[in-house]
C-alpha cells in the first residue's frame, strides 16, 4: 500500500483535538481549519460537543463514515486503545503526533512496538509517533502542528526532527519557497524514510526530494531503492550524527545507531544521493533543482554590474572544478552591438554599474544562445540607477524564453532589491545571497548530470570454486574459531582466483633448503606459529634469501631465538615461499558495515596508508568501472601508473583483484572483515600476488 | 597626516553639487543632509543658486571658510582643476568619487597621476578616484552615493569595489549590523588599505577591521603593518582574483596584478589576517568579533530545545576541530536541579521542546559557569510553545552578566523568531542562520586567539660570510648571467654555513681516478657542461661508483658518449664527488613573489613533491618556530620523524637550513629564486648535505 491516504484523504480524524489553544490538539484542528482542507473532518474528543465549529465526536466508532486519515494526539499511554478503535472502523492511515514513545526508553519502546504490532495486522499504516505531522499544500492538507500551509511547489521534504521541520516551514514561508509534501517521519516505526520516498519519486508534483535523517532504517534497501530514485529526480539529503561527537547526541536523541561516516559517504554515492552539510545549502540546491533544468554540462557565464561580485563568481567557479565559460565570437560580437565600450564583453560580462534592465536582458539573451555556455548566473549589485525589479522580469523572460538552459541569479543587498528577488522566486528563478553559494548549487547540479549519466551497472560475476570456501568458513563457525589461520585464508583467495606465493612448511633446515631448491631462489622464511601474528616483531621473516647456506642459517637462527623471545609460542616450522617478483605493494581490504554491509578499500601499501590514511572506500559489489574509480580516486594513484620513467603497475588487474575480493565477500555475509596485504603488483601484463591475508567471520 | 579630517571634517563641500534627483551629485548631497551631518555643507555648482535649501557656491574659492573635506563629483576631465583650486583654498582631504581614471586605460592612468601629483604636491590626501565615498555612522557623516547611514557600531569596512559596498550596506542596514567607518577605497590612487587599517587601528569604537581587496599596493608594508593591528584588534578579509580564472577577471577590471594564491595565504598567516571566503561568512565573523569577548579555549557547549539542530551543531563542532566541551559533574548536576526529567543533561543540552524562556535562562546560567566551558552556542528551533523573544532577553541579560565568555545563538526560522533575532541583534548577540556558521565563526574566533598568543616572533641570524656571496652576485649581474652554475652555487652555501659534498673536476680518467682515491669510495661523477642543465638525460651522472676501474669506465663512457648526444655542448670535465651518506632527500626552495617577496618552500623529495604536491610555503624572514611549522604542515612529516622503526631524520636541521636559506634570500633581494635539491638529512645529529642548488638571479 501506498501512501496515497495520507496525502490525499477524503476525511480526516482527529484524536485528541482540544478546545484549547497552545495545545497541540487544538493547534492541528486550527491548521487543518485554515488551511482549507476540502474534505471532512472529524474532531474526536468524549468532553466536547464541538470544536471551532465543527461537531466533535466521542470517539471514532461514533463517526457516521470512517475517516480515511486519522491523526493521535492523544497521551502516548492511550495509543494503544485507538488504534485497536482504528482497526475497528477500517482506517488505514494512522499519523500518531504523540511523544513518549521509543525516544524515552525502554518502556515507551514496549509501548510503541505494542501498537505497531497491532497496526499490522489490521493493515494500517503509520507515520509516526514523536513528530509533528505532515503536509500537502496542493490539496489544502496542513494535518501538523508545524505551522501555516507552505506554498505549492516542487520539493518534496521529510524530516527525521519535527523541530527542524517546523523552523524549515517558518523560513520558507518567510521566502516563498513551495512544497508538494512535508513528512515529519519522528520515530518511523512503521513508515520511514524509504516508504516516503518511493511515495513521492512517481509523484509529478515533486522534482527534487529533500531531507534530513539522523539514521537510515534498512541501508541496503535505501541503498537499491534511492539508486533507483535518483535516475527519476534528485535527492538531497542532510545527514546528521556522522562524526563522533554527533553520533553520541544522535544515539542519546533517538535511540537510532548512527552508521560510520564512510559508509554513509560511499551509500550516498552510490545511489546518486547529494549530501548537504547545512539547511541553507539544501535549499539552495532545492530552490534549482525544483525550478531550472539540468546543465548539459560544467560551463558558466556570468554577468554583473559590478566588477568585485564578477571576481568572486570566477574564483568561486575555478575552486568548484567547474569551467570559466569562453565565449563564442560570435557572441562577444553581438555583445559589442550594443553594450557601452566600457563593458567587459568576456566571461564575466560586466554591464556596468548604470546598467538598466534593458542591457540585462540584452546581454542573457545573448549568453543564453551561445552553445559553449551551459548555465548562467546573472548578479545585481544595488546601484544608484539599478533597477532591481524590471531586470528581475527580464531575466524571468528571457529564462522563460529558453527552458533547456538554467539561469541562478544572485541580487546582492536587502531592502533595494527586495521586490526584485520577490520577482525572482515567483518567475521560478534560483536567488542567492552570495555568488558562492550560487555556484556551489550549480557545481551540485552538474555532479548530478555526472551521476545520472555514468553507465549502467554491471557487476561481473568471476568463475570460482564457492563449495571450497563455504567448507573452510562452515567448519571454522562450527568450531567457533573466528579468526581463519594463513594457510586455509590462502585456500580461500585461491578459490577466488587469486595468486599465492607457492611454499610449504619446513621443520629442519634439510627440509627447508630443500623446499627452497625447488622453488628457486630467492626465497622467504617466515616462522610458523598459531601464536605468532607478527611475525617480523620476533625475528620470524627473513627475505631475499639468495643460496643453500643463506636458507640454513636463517632456519637455524629463527628455530633458537625465537622460542627464547617467545616461550609460549607452540612452533610449527618454517614456511619456506617463493619471493615475490618486484612490484608494489598495495592493500585490498573489506570491513563489513552494520548498516551498508560490505564496504571495500583500496590503499597503496606501507606508508602510504600508515602516513597518508590514502585510502578509498566503495560499497560492494563493486562494478569494473567502481573499481578501477576507487584506485583512480587515491592521491597515491599516479604511482600506480608510474612517474620517472617508472613504467607502472597492471592496474587493470588490481581493479580485477578488489571485484574478485568483492564477490567473495557479498557472496559470503559470514565474512566480518579481511584484507588482502599485501597484495603485491608488478607492471602490465604479470601476474599479482596475494602474499598474505586475514579473515575474521561472525556467526 | 591620518585620516581625521576625512572621518571628523567640520565642514564638507561637494563640487559638482546637483539638483537632478538620480544624478550622484544629487544622491551624495541628499545623503549628506539625510544623514544630519552638524558641520557645515557647501554645494558647489557655478549654475545653482541653491540645492536642497542649501546655499550653493561657484567654486571651492567662493565659499568663505575652506571646507575641511571635499567630495569630487565632476566629470574626469575637470578633476585636475578642482584638485588645483583644493590646492588653493588649503582643504588637505579630498574624496574623488568620479570614475573614468586608471580602470579605463591608459589616458585615465595618466590623467590620475596627474591629479595624484598635484595632491602631493600640495599636501592633500586622496581617496579614489572611481569610489563610493566614505561614511562614519557615528559623526552622522554619509560623504557617499552608496545608501542610508547605517547604524553606529564596532565593524570598519574598507572595500576596493564600490558596488560591493553598497550592496553590503543595504544588507547591514536590513539587519541592524552597525559600523564605527566604511570607506570605499576605489582605485587607490592615494589612499589605500594599509593608510585605512592604520587610521582604524587606534580607533576606540572599531573592534574589528573588515574588508574586501582585489590586490594589495604594497605587500611587505601591508604585511607588517597587518602583524601589527592583528595583535591590537582581528582582521577579516575578503581577497578575491586568487584563482586563475579570478586574476583575468581581476586585472581586466582593475588594471591591478593579482598576486599568487600561495604568497597570500603565507602573508595573512603571517599577519593574522582571518580570510573570509564570502560576504556572509565576514559578517558571521565580524558580528561575533564586534560584540562578543574572545574565547579562552575551544571547547564549546550547545544548549537547544531540539535534538536535531544540536546533533548538527555537534557534527560542526567535529570537523572544525574544536572540542565538544565535557560539562562538569557539579554542572550536570545543577541542571538536573530545574530542567525535567527527560531533558540532556549532557551536551548538547537539550531543553526540550517544550521549554520557555525561564528553561534557556537557566541552562545558559548553569552552563556559562563551566570552567570547562570556554564558548555557548544557544539554539532555538520556533516550537508550539517556544517564547522566541523572552528567550532572546534571557540569552542577552545572562551573556551580559557574565562578560568573559561569548555567547552566540542561532535561531531557527524567520517569522516565528523574528522579533527574538531583533533582540538578540540589539542585545550584541550575534545570530547565525544554521548552528554550521555559528559553529564556523567560534572556530575563527579561537584560530584568532591561538594566533595572537604564538610567541613574539625572532629571526636568528646566523654568521655568514656575505662579502663571498656579494661578489659572485655582482659579478654574474655586472656580465648579465643570471643563472649562476653548479661550483658558484655551492660557494654561496658554503658562504652560508651549508655543507656541500667534497669532489673535484677531472679533465682525464686518471686524475678521475686520483680525486677518487682521495675522496674515498663510494663517489658519483657528473658531466661538467655549462650547456647540460638536465645530466642524467644525457647519461651525465653515475652514481655509486666503489673501485678505481668503475671511474675509469664511467669516466670513459661519458667523454666518448656525450659529444654524440650533444654536439654543440662545451665539456669542461667530469665532477668526481663523495657519495652522500645515506639519508632522506628534501627540497628547501624559494620563489621571490612579486608583492610579498621571498616565498620559502620546503618539501619531501621525489615522488612526495612530484606525485603528492606535498609542500608547504612560508613568507621569509623565518624564525625557528616558523621554519619547524613549515615541517610540521606538509603530510609527509611523518616520515621525516621516523615510521615503522626507522629512526627519522634531523629534523632541527632542516629547520636551521630553511632559516639559513631565509636569511641568504632575504640578504640578496637579487636573488629571484632558488632551490637545494636535493637536500640530504640523515639521522639526528649527522649534519645535512646541500647536493645540488639552482640559482637565479634579477638586476
Known amino acids: ?49 464541538e470544536i471551532e465549529g465543527l461537531k466533535c465526536y466521542a470517539s471514532l466508532e461514533s463517526i457516521p463514515d470512517a475517516p480515511e486519515l486519522v491523526l493521535i494526539v492523544v497521551p502516548a499511554k492511550m495509543v494503544p486503545a485507538v488504534m485497536q478503535e482504528c482497526a475497528k472502523v477500517g482506517s488505514k492511515a494512522v499519523v500518531i503526533i504523540t511523544a513518549g514513545f521509543k525516544e524515552v526508553g525502554e518502556e515507551g519502546r514496549a509501548l510503541e512496538r505494542q501498537v505497531i504490532q497491532a497496526a499490522r495486522q489490521a493493515g494500517i499504516r503509520v507515520i509516526g509517533p514523536n513528530c509533528l505531522g505532515l503536509i500537502v499544500p496542493a490539496n489544502h492538507l496542513n494535518a501538523s502542528f508545524g505551522g501555516d500551509l507552505p506554498a505549492s511547489g516542487g520539493i518534496a521534504y521529510l524530516s527525521q526532527s519535527g523541530a527542524l521541520l517546523a523552523a524549515i516551514l517558518d523560513t520558507a514561508n518567510a521566502n516563498g519557497i513551495g512544497f508538494s509534501k512535508l513528512v515529519s517521519i519522528g520515530n518511523k516505526a512503521d513508515v520511514d524514510e524509504q516508504d516516503v520516498m518511493e511515495a513521492v519519486a512517481d509523484d509529478a508534483q515533486t522534482k527534487v526530494i529533500a531531507g534530513y535523517l539522523e539514521s537510515i532504517t534498512d541501508g541496503n534497501a535505501f541503498v537499491r531503492e534511492a539508486e533507483r530514485i535518483s535516475h527519476i529526480k534528485p535527492i538531497l539529503l542532510m545527514k546528521s550524527g556522522g562524526t563522533q561527537a554527533g553520533a553520541e547526541a544522535a544515539s542519546s536523541h533517538t535511540g537510532s545507531l548512527a552508521g ?34 539540468l546543465p548539459a554540462g560544467s560551463r558558466v557565464a556570468v554577468i554583473t554590474n559590478a566588477g568585485g561580485p564578477g571576481i568572486m563568481a570566477a574564483d568561486a567557479i575555478e575552486r568548484e572544478g567547474l569551467t570559466f565559460a569562453k565565449l563564442d565570437e560570435g557572441t562577444v560580437k553581438k555583445l559589442a552591438e550594443k553594450l557601452p565600450a566600457a563593458a567587459n564583453l568576456h566571461n564575466p560580462i560586466d554591464v556596468l554599474g548604470d546598467a538598466l534592465a534593458d542591457r540585462y536582458e540584452f546581454a542573457l539573451d545573448v549568453v543564453m544562445d551561445d552553445s559553449g555556455v551551459d548555465a548562467v548566473l546573472v548578479l545585481l549589485t544595488p546601484q544608484a540607477m539599478t533597477e532591481a525589479a524590471a531586470t528581475a522580469e527580464a531575466i524571468v523572460k528571457v529564462a522563460g524564453q529558453r527552458p533547456g538552459k538554467p539561469v541562478l541569479s544572485c541580487f546582492l543587498g536587502a531592502a533595494k532589491v527586495r521586490d526584485g528577488v520577490g520577482i525572482l522566486r515567483k518567475g521560478g528563478i534560483p536567488q542567492y545571497d552570495s555568488p558562492e553559494s550560487a555556484i556551489d548549487t550549480i557545481d551540485a547540479m552538474t555532479r548530478y548530470v555526472q551521476w545520472r549519466s555514468r553507465p549502467k551497472r554491471v557487476v561481473r560475476l568471476f568463475p570460482v570454486n564457492r563449495r571450497r570456501v563455504e567448507n573452510i568458513v562452515e567448519r571454522h563457525l562450527r568450531h567457533g574459531i573466528l579468526d581463519i589461520g594463513e594457510a586455509e585464508s590462502k585456500d580461500i583467495l585461491e578459490a577466488y582466483g587469486f595468486v599465492t606465493p607457492k611454499g610449504s612448511i619446513a621443520t629442519t633446515a634439510d627440509q627447508a633448503a630443500n623446499i627452497a631448491q625447488q622453488l628457486g631462489y ?4 617466515k616462522i610458523w606459529s598459531p601464536d605468532i601474528l607478527h611475525k617480523s616483531d620476533v625475528g620470524g621473516v627473513k627475505v631475499g634469501l639468495t643460496s643453500e647456506q643463506e636458507v640454513r642459517d636463517a632456519f637455524d637462527l629463527m628455530i633458537y631465538r625465537i622460542p627464547k623471545k617467545k616461550p609460549d609460542a607452540h612452533i610449527l616450522g618454517v614456511l619456506v615461499q617463493e619471493m615475490c617478483r618486484k612490484g608494489k605493494e598495495v ?20 606508508i602510504m596508508v600508515e602516513v597518508l590514511k590514502d585510502v578509498a572506500f566503495y560499497l560492494a559489489p563493486l562494478t569494473a568501472q567502481e573499481a578501477k574509480q576507487m584506485l583512480v580516486s587515491t592521491k597515491t594513484y599516479k604511482i600506480l601508473q608510474g612517474v620517472r620513467g617508472d613504467e607502472g603497475v597492471d592496474i587493470e588487474r588490481i581493479a580485477e583483484g578488489l571485484q574478485r575480493l568483492s564477490q567473495l565477500v557479498t557472496e559470503f555475509p559470514q565474512i566480518k572483515e579481511m584484507d588482502i596485504n599485501p597484495y603485491v603488483v608488478g607492471s602490465p601484463g604479470t601476474t599479482p600476488i596475494a602474499v598474505d591475508a586475514r579473515i575474521s567471520l561472525e556467526q
Do not use: T, W
Open 1 to 49: 500500500m501506498g501512501l496515497e491516504s495520507f496525502f490525499n484523504p477524503r476525511s480526516v480524524a482527529i484524536v485528541g483535538a482540544s478546545r484549547q489553544e497552545g495545545k497541540v490538539g487544538y493547534e492541528i484542528l486550527a491548521n487543518m481549519i485554515a488551511a482549507g482542507y476540502k474534505g471532512q473532518i472529524f474532531p474526536v474528543n468524549p468532553k466536547a460537543e
Open 522 to 525: 630467492p626465497v622467504v622464511l
Open 587 to 606: 592493500i585490498l581490504g573489506m570491513h563489513r558495515d552494520p548498516h551498508f554491509g560490505p564496504l571495500m578499500m583500496f590503499g597503496m601499501g606501507g
Open 260 to 293: 560510520s561516516e564512510v559508509a554513509y559517504e560511499s551509500a550516498f554515492e552510490r545511489a546518486g544521493i547529494i549530501r548537504c552539510d547545512s539547511i541553507k545549502q539544501q535549499f539552495d540546491y532545492a530552490q534549482a533543482f525544483a525550478n531550472q533544468p
